[in-house]
């Protein structure tokens, strides 16, 4: 009998015995937990062996799938079962140090460093902590405040040299001073409301699946920050609908509205101000978490352990710096690009490709090879076939010797299943993308590209976004130096959970990969305050968190000056600059058409004039970027549809300069 359950075809349950798991899972509890235990296993965790004939779930568990005839997890549980195997056969030790649990208030202390608010757990506070403190909206102060007091807590229970009492940071607002700045909630209070509403929430009702119409297009708001949205609806209700998957197609089709100053994508920022990113994102996730009611735990980092190896089981910095000595800028694992390019070339139109696997002995064969000819050039890529090609893509990501979605963070990904609502799962999964470091972060992004055009090709290869998202799951939620302790009853749940978290990845990428209005407004003041020269005391950081909201990040309009002339430099291109006349209408593909019919009329002295102007039929130049730098930004690449008018407002000292887009051809 055929294993493998084909698109569409109806494969029973009790065909495939439901393997040893080792799914990277939270616990549930009374209040839900985006976490997960920290002990760490030399080998493998197993599970007891599940029963074919047992049944998969209880009567009254929640599940997402519809239907086990659409939704078959048949092939989620043969990828555990070959997982499971080709470990077991070659003996795999954990290439993780072991970790040891956390004390109380660690947890803490740590989510502070990485939050870069570590002199926090010092005796004063340096001008950068509050320089980051003054960006943060309400729902994020209070998330900071309620960890810093739990940490003051555990230390004083510990009788340990004295820490600041989180008033010190935060100040406590007296009688005299609510009536002179009534209008204007302190972050205390506010966490104080939040935490009430959140428990009496919790107690009167059970969070349920918004009702969604997949047909209906819905804006994916990226102006307010999500944990304040979800303050918001805290307030209201959610209507009930029992959780069900839904096919790729019926999946809700969400657009981010573009306001004036246009959509940041992932790369469009200078490397300085993303390095900025991950810590708003880590704010903003576990204030979302704070008021939704869950708990954000995160695994402690843990000592990876070196290996002789050149391509499988390397970390991905360590390839990362060996591929940059052979080609300067290198984003992603040359490795990684020649295997995909091997698969899209003659891969993407095999039928269960990625679900059929290839044959385990040549696949090690081929590791072995790849090991002694990749970086010499003898390797041979039309002599692999498709299904050895797919083993050798998911071995490279198993074998990395930290998962892809990072130790830290691989529970709370996998928890956000728990999260009732798509739109809030979207946005949990888009910080957490944000959060993910750069290697990481640029991997996973070629991985799903790479996934969607196997889902794209459905008809010739049978896979649709299902198949696809089962097969990956276990490849990326399941690691051999992670604790795994699943509940006895859940792997179904989980499974499902994981496929849906990885079906949510590959569908909605490109709204994954933006980043947020609210968190480029956050870097802009950033930027401004350490510009300047604060000097702060700890009575005055309750004052400067009064005026948290008294900025707003709104396009302030300019009646005395409706346009304004600017310069536009294109030095590496050309010798003179073009004058902009803005108005309140030109945006800036207006600015670089007008670029390209002065260059064309005018007879301007090009310095470069390699692939310099390749337009489509509706004059767009393609290949043409305008960047904002400097001022209250290190470089942003600017978004066509962006008004420079309002940017204009927004960052008056910055230099406009247009530049050739970039290419990252694939060398393989």
């Not at 050309?574 to 670029?595: M, Y």
């Amino acid at each position: 009998m055929d294993k493998r359950g084909t698109c569409g075809s109806r494969v029973p349950r009790n065909g495939i015995p439901r393997p040893q798991v080792v799914l990277a899972a939270a616990q549930p509890a009374k209040c839900t937990r985006l976490s997960s235990t920290r002990n760490c296993p030399c080998k493998m965790s197993q599970l007891p062996l599940k029963s074919p004939l047992a049944s998969p779930v209880s009567a009254g568990m929640n599940s997402r799938v519809e239907s086990v005839d659409s939704l078959s997890m048949d092939s989620f549980w043969l990828e555990v079962e070959n997982i499971k195997q080709s470990a077991e056969a070659e003996q795999e030790e954990c290439s993780l140090a072991d970790v040891k649990t956390q004390e109380e208030g660690e947890a803490e202390a740590e989510w502070l460093q990485d939050a870069g608010l570590s002199d926090l757990l010092g005796d004063c506070a340096s001008e950068n902590d509050n320089v980051l403190l003054s960006t943060l909206t309400k729902t994020q102060a209070a998330a900071v405040q309620r960890r810093l007091d739990t940490y003051s807590r555990s230390r004083r229970r510990k009788n340990k040299h004295p820490v600041r009492d989180v008033r010190d940071i935060f100040g406590v607002v007296n009688s005299e001073e609510t009536a002179a700045g009534n209008e204007q909630s302190s972050p205390e209070q506010l966490w104080h409301n939040l935490r009430t509403s959140t428990v009496q929430k919790s107690e009167t009702q059970e969070y349920s699946c918004t009702v969604r119409n997949p047909a209906k297009e819905e804006m994916f708001n990226m102006d307010v920050a999500y944990s304040e949205q979800a303050a918001v609806l805290l307030k209201g209700s959610f209507l009930s609908e029992s959780r069900r998957l839904k096919d790729g197609n019926a999946l809700t089709k969400f657009k981010i509205p573009k306001g004036r100053l246009g959509v940041t994508r992932v790369g469009d920022l200078s490397t300085q101000d993303m390095k900025k990113i991950p810590t708003l994102a880590l704010i903003e996730l576990t204030a979302l978490c704070d008021v939704l009611g869950f708990e954000l735990k995160r695994n402690k980092a843990a000592k990876l352990k070196t290996t002789e190896k050149k391509l499988f089981g390397v970390p991905l910095n360590t390839m990362l710096e060996n591929d940059q000595k052979l080609l300067p800028n290198t984003k992603v694992p040359l490795l990684l690009q020649a295997l995909l390019s091997c698969l899209e070339k003659r891969g993407l139109e095999t039928e269960g490709i990625l679900r059929v696997s290839g044959s385990q002995t040549r696949i090690k064969s081929l590791e072995q090879k790849l090991e002694r000819d990749f970086y010499t050039g003898l390797f041979h890529w039309d002599e692999v076939h498709q299904n050895d090609a797919s083993g050798l893509l998911k071995r490279f990501i198993r074998e990395l010797p930290a998962p892809l979605l990072t130790a830290e963070y691989l529970p709370a990904f996998a928890a956000v299943q728990n999260i009732p609502d798509l739109k809030q799962r979207l946005q949990a999964l888009n910080l957490l993308i944000l959060i993910l470091p750069e290697p990481n972060r640029n991997t996973l992004k070629a991985l799903l590209e790479f996934l969607s055009k196997v889902v794209a090709r459905e008809n010739n290869n049978k896979m649709n976004l299902w198949n696809v998202s089962t097969v990956m799951a276990p490849n990326l939620f399941m690691h051999k130096g992670l604790p795994n302790k699943i509940p006895e009853g859940k792997e179904k749940q989980l499974a499902e959970g994981a496929a849906d978290v990885v079906r949510m990845m590959i569908h909605y990428q490109d709204l994954l990969w933006t980043v947020s209005s609210f968190l480029v407004a956050q870097v802009r003041k950033l930027n401004e305050s350490n510009s300047k020269r604060y000097q702060f005391c700890d009575k005055r950081i309750k004052n400067l968190l009064r005026k948290i909201h008294a900025d707003k990040d709104k396009v302030e309009k300019n009646q005395a000056e409706p346009s304004k002339i600017v310069k536009v430099h294109a030095s590496l291109l050309l010798k003179d600059s073009l004058e902009v006349h803005l108005n309140n209408a030109t945006r800036v593909a207006d600015v670089l058409r007008q670029f390209q019919k002065n260059l064309c009329q005018n007879g301007w002295s090009i310095v470069n004039t390699v692939n310099l102007l390749k337009c489509n039929n509706s004059m767009e130049c393609t290949n043409l970027l305008l960047y904002e730098v400097g001022g209250n930004i290190g470089e942003h690449c600017l978004d066509p549809d962006t008004y420079l008018l309002d940017l204009y407002h927004i960052n008056p000292h910055a230099e406009w300069i247009i530049k050739q887009n970039p290419s990252y051809p694939r060398m393989f």
